[in-house]
């Protein structure tokens, strides 16, 4: 009981690594950076932004802090590892050079091509016109297409074009019009892929890694996965098509040799290596990797991960995860996220939130965009919050967390209603 740690973020996923980190033996204090009213009761808040690489670096020297851990990407790409390595505080997160993963799709898929990963087929292109050329290929079969703008557009960043005239609008959008400024310099043109989405997380320390688990997210806004992408708007663990077989499938096939070849880039990978697979007919296919935990997949992970999540995250930080192993409980987990009317649109905040009190005790609230003024907790963003609720199987945890959602009320709310649907059926 003698560790400080500092969690870099603000969100849902901050809000449950927190809880998680908190209970830790080994811990004996959690700050955050900047954290929300959900973390400020787990842990220290303080008014850093996420991204203020400079600030943070001398928080945790004043404090003394054993341990770094970085929610987000941004402050990944921006290279906050690097600077906490050169200043020789541990962190567990990759350095600028290997979040490329996520950070660039045309170095992920370029490592993906060179060391035999399974993915979509796809080119790169500089120049609109050839993209046209090479989207008119698929198109005129009658095919969709996926167009990914390079860098990191906030999760906006992909478009799928069922005809030559979307992709022709995406390239344009992307390339010309610059919707996502120098992200879209270079652009992705894949094949479209069919089947189920899987999330597959796994902490590598560069050499070795551990798996953790699978999810699925619920990226749309609407049921039946309709209407705009949003950030995720439930999630739940392990999902039937995660046999183990298909686990050894994806360790054997995406995440061992995407370690190796990270290291033979000169650029070994340490931290979370989340990958967003489709499972296609012809197996799993890497979709995209992204350089930390999921957003809300993390606020079922943490739950159902038995014993301390501290040491992992410090061997992985350490370079040593050779000894080291996750337990995971058994039974479900199913979250489920409460949104701002008009989200992803434009959205009003301020909006009061109830109800919380009258949860059941082991119900658990993760606070994502929330606010506190004059002692009431007020929406602050498009994402509010998630109900967490365990339950032996997939369907008990479903119908706990929904006779949950309905205590909780503020004005404009919106959630999926069908959050592992899919499991049940
Ligand atoms: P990404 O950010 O690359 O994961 O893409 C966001 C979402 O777009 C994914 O979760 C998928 O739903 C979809 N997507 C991306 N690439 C493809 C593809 N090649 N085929 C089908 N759907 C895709
Ligand atoms: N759950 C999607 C993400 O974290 O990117």
């Not at 994806?250 to 990270?262: K, L």
């Amino acid at each position: 009981m003698s560790k400080r740690v500092l969690v870099v973020g603000q969100g849902g996923r901050e809000h449950a690594l927190v809880w998680k980190l908190a209970q830790s033996p080994e811990v004996k204090k959690v700050y955050s950076a900047p954290g929300n009213p959900g973390i400020a009761e787990l842990a220290e808040c303080v008014d850093i932004a996420a991204n203020d690489i400079e600030k943070l670096v001398a928080f945790a020297k004043e404090k003394d802090i054993s341990l770094t851990v970085v929610g987000p990407e941004v402050p990944l790409m921006e290279g906050i590892a690097d600077r906490f390595q050169q200043e020789n505080l541990l962190v567990f997160g990759p350095t600028k050079e290997a979040a490329r993963l996520e950070g660039s799709k045309v170095f992920s898929k370029d490592l993906f091509k060179k060391y035999g990963i399974p993915t979509a087929s796809y080119e790169t292109f500089c120049s609109p016109y050839e993209a046209r050329v090479y989207a008119r290929f698929f198109t005129d079969e009658g095919k969709s297409i996926v167009i990914k703008a390079d860098g990191l557009a906030a999760g906006k960043g992909v478009i799928i074009a069922n005809t030559f005239e979307e992709a022709d609008q995406a390239i344009e959008s992307i390339m010309k019009d610059k919707q996502f400024g120098s992200a879209g310099d270079r652009i992705v043109v894949e094949e479209f892929l069919e089947g189920e989405e899987l999330s597959f997380f796994a902490i590598s320390d560069g050499t070795n890694f551990v798996s953790i688990m699978a999810a699925q997210d619920h990226k749309r806004v609407f049921d039946f996965d309709e209407g705009p992408n949003t950030g995720g708007m439930g999630a739940y663990v392990n999902p039937p098509v995660y046999t183990d077989t298909l686990k050894e499938q994806i360790i054997r096939e995406v995440i061992q040799p995407t370690i190796h070849a990270m290291q033979q880039e000169g650029c070994p990978y340490q931290g979370v290596l989340y990958a967003g697979l489709m499972l296609t007919e012809e197996g799993p296919k890497v979709l995209e990797y992204n350089a930390r935990f999921g957003d809300p997949e993390t606020q079922v992970l943490m739950p159902m991960i038995e014993g301390d999540l501290f040491p992992i995250l410090e061997a992985a930080a350490v370079g040593d995860l050779t000894n080291t192993e996750v337990g995971v409980k058994s039974g479900s987990c199913v979250c489920v996220v409460l949104a701002s009317g008009g989200y992803p649109g434009p959205f009003e905040k301020g909006k009061e939130i109830q109800g919380l009190q009258s949860l059941e005790s082991d119900i658990l609230v993760f606070q994502a965009g929330t606010c506190e003024k004059d002692g009431k907790l007020l929406t602050n963003g498009g994402r509010v919050l998630a109900v967490v609720a365990g339950g032996e199987t997939i369907k008990s945890a479903t119908e706990r967390v929904y006779r949950e959602v309905e205590k909780v009320h503020f004005d404009g709310m919106h959630y999926r209603r069908d959050i592992a649907r899919r499991a049940l059926n």
